[in-house]
């Protein structure tokens, strides 16, 4: 077993910082440590909270922590920010707030930018809990920054997705968030002192009601927070704890799990092969020549050359 | 060949429309149409415009096409929402101002959500331009909303790209754009009346003034524009021709062409090989079990013996 591993799972602060940089460079060590964590996956209660930017994701998780902490769990933090090419110890902008728990050692807090992306984020992702999970979190609260395809591959890999919305944001419900709308297990109406607050839980549970078919059977709860105020963060927990244990008691929990495992070694065996193409393609001169200089078939003609020679490959 | 694709090339409107719904629903005559349209590929100027929403793209696009109608060219746009699953003929909110050009046979406007992203939003795109270029147009306008790798990867099919920027938007040119700063051919300061338009192009200057290397030895422009009130789109829309032609000349264009036949036909070997593999785990008893049932080994572990299977895979 890598050194590294052993006192990952000892709860040394500073090996998981090693660890989890290693693995985010995609560090020829990281196959060895994968190894030793692999077998602690799905320890941790793994927590994503989503949303548009200004919907105050920062302050709830800031205020979740405080309310774990309270009740004596290890919580580890993972803030992904698709959008930037920065990561490591770096706290982005309005996650600053959170800095004053970096120093419990009962917290362990990390920002991923898109550098980690090798392979896609929701892998960069899916590692990096592994070694918190290694590490003795009971919880693992997910952060994502931005929209859009990215943010769900992220979330793909949460137990538990919280999708955060703000009354007056411009925040529709029925037409922007669609693709969120359909992977959030808890509903977050958050600063809900604010004029609208009414008006979207209404309109969120309108939305629940013309709802054809629940998800895993679980119809979503709708909590009204005030992060800034620490309202409503208990009752917030109480839902998520809800969601986990019955995702856990369904079989749903376990059905992730195997589902996850078939992707993400699908992936890796896709990897392999994209190699293996590439490497060819730079030794073959047939393959050459198909693939850059034969621009006058279209890809679809060029591709069907290229698969005549991986006979393999039956369709 | 496809009586649509005839239809297409000889300009008629409808068969354009019918076309872009068959090529973004997966359509089993998809091939055959790209078959017809792929000769055509490369008769467009196609250029790019990304930014924070809010920016002003659609508006300032909303102008080019304007300007470039006023001097007789067929225009093409793709507006391109990676967040929304609407597609088709829906325009998307601020967008409701390029209607007044849909009824002018040179131009034809189409969105795509993130439904038509079967196989990635990038490749959805270069299809769909495809059909438009053999459908006549000389400019193909593609705008994005939304940020991270989705939009980058829309963005890779550009030959131009605009990066649209405001004053006091919160844009920090250091920061949160890194990845798309890096694919800007030309940098647009709309807005430019409001306050801090001057700090925000000496902030570009600077910028550029530290950069150490251009990509395609061209030296990023810097245009200032009124979208609203129509100034500096003549500007505009000469350093876009300009650019192009610097690409055009000096053999980029053709370099960028062969780098994107190569990477297309390489994606859809590595689509053919991916659905061999889910076939054959479906089918496969010892692959379903490594793959679904023995949670305990690692993806890598289970990678490792799916690759053993495929002894062809020599890495």
Redesign the interface.
Same mark, same amino acid.
């Given at each position: 077993m890598h050194p590294i591993v052993q006192r990952v799972i000892q709860g040394d602060k500073r090996a998981i910082a090693r660890a989890l940089t290693l693995i985010e460079n995609d560090d020829e060590s990281k196959?060895e440590l994968?190894?030793g964590f692999?077998?602690y996956?799905g320890r941790a209660h793994i927590v994503g909270f989503t949303g548009s930017p200004g919907a105050g994701k920062s302050t709830l998780v800031d205020q979740v922590i405080a309310y774990l902490r309270a009740s004596g769990k290890k919580v580890g933090v993972l803030a992904v920010d698709?959008?930037?090419?920065?990561s490591g110890g770096a706290l982005l902008g309005d996650r600053v707030r959170m800095i004053r728990h970096s120093s419990d050692p009962g917290v362990y807090i990390r920002s991923m930018g898109?550098r980690g992306?090798l392979g896609g984020?929701g892998r960069s992702t899916r590692e990096m809990l592994y070694a918190l999970e290694a590490y003795g979190c009971d919880v693992i609260l997910l952060e994502t920054v931005?929209?859009?395809?990215?943010?769900l591959d992220v979330m793909t890999v949460a137990d538990t997705v919280a999708l955060v919305l703000t009354p007056g944001s411009g925040d529709h419900v029925q037409? $922007? +968030?669609?693709?969120i709308m359909e992977i959030a297990d808890v509903f977050v109406v958050n600063k809900q002192e604010l004029p609208g607050a009414d008006a979207l839980v209404r309109e969120l549970q309108l939305m629940l009601h013309d709802k054809r078919q629940y998800r895993e059977d679980w119809k979503n709860p709708i909590v009204r927070t005030s992060a800034t105020a620490g309202e409503g963060i208990e009752q917030l927990w109480a839902e998520m704890t809800r969601h986990y244990e019955h995702i856990r008691t369904h079989g749903y929990l376990a059905q992730r799990?195997?589902q996850r495992?078939?992707e993400?070694?699908?992936?890796?065996?896709?990897t392999?092969? $994209? +190699?293996?193409?590439?490497?060819r393609?730079a030794s073959d001169e047939s393959w050459r020549s198909?693939?850059?200089?034969d621009?006058?078939a279209?890809?679809?003609?060029?591709?069907e050359k290229?698969?005549r020679d991986?006979p393999?490959?039956?369709?």
């Open positions: 196959r994968l190894q692999y077998p996956a698709p959008s930037s090419p920065f898109s992306s984020l931005g929209v859009g395809q990215s943010e037409t $922007a +968030k669609a693709g799990r195997k495992h078939m993400e070694t699908m992936k890796l065996v896709e392999a092969f $994209a +190699k293996y193409l590439r490497a393609a198909v693939l850059m200089d621009l006058q279209d890809p679809y003609i060029a591709s290229i698969l991986l393999w490959i039956r369709l």
